[in-house]
């Protein structure tokens, strides 16, 4: 640690000019995730405003329709929805579901997780969403489980009105390109 502040020092000096550089160093156990800097009264703070929350969501979901996978368990900061009953009746699947989403400017949830749970989507609200958020969320959701019903081609193709649409997954997955390529 000496040699790194020395090094740090001397470049700040002789690069920067700096005739007197203040070097100030802190130390966090990378370990210690949000608790690191959230401590114990915040985790515990920011822990029940996420179950709050998921519970929230969790109930309004299932007054609005939504299969909840594990209905008599209480949330804890994440949820599960099941549209396999949409999936039977109108061919409407969890991913068109997701893309629906986009399309609201709503980041979509885990699709598909975890394995055991047909057509599924893991919900998991932040803590620092706002009932009316939340709320908004749901009437979103709700929007979409009537075009499920009433119009599924419609959500089978969204998004509509994101830059790209839908990717091909499996020339995606046979034709793979890790490369990275800047744009001219």
């Not at 401590?39 to 703070?45: I, N, S, Y």
Request: glycine content about 6%; proline content about 5%; aromatic content about 8%.
């Amino acid at each position: 640690l000496e040699t790194v502040l020395r090094t740090v020092d001397a470049s700040l000096r002789s690069r920067f000019g700096i005739v007197r550089p203040r070097i100030a160093v802190l130390g966090l156990n990378p370990h210690a995730g949000e608790d690191g800097h959230l401590g114990r009264e915040g985790m515990r703070r920011v822990s029940e405003f996420a179950t709050l929350n998921a519970n929230y969501l969790a109930r309004r979901m299932a007054e609005k329709g939504f299969d909840l996978a594990y209905p008599q368990r209480r949330a804890s900061h994440e949820f599960i929805v099941s549209v396999q009953k949409q999936k039977k009746a109108h061919g409407v699947t969890a991913l068109d579901f997701s893309k629906g989403l986009l399309d609201y400017g709503i980041h979509a949830p885990t699709n598909y997780f975890p394995l055991l749970v047909p057509e599924c989507l893991l919900i998991e609200p932040t803590e620092t969403e706002s009932k009316e958020v939340l709320d908004g969320f749901v009437e979103v959701m709700a929007e979409l489980l009537e075009k499920a019903k009433t119009d599924p081609e419609w959500l089978k193709a969204a998004p509509y009105t994101t830059p790209v649409r839908r990717l091909d997954d499996v020339k995606a997955a046979k034709d793979l390109d890790l490369a990275y390529r800047a744009r001219a």
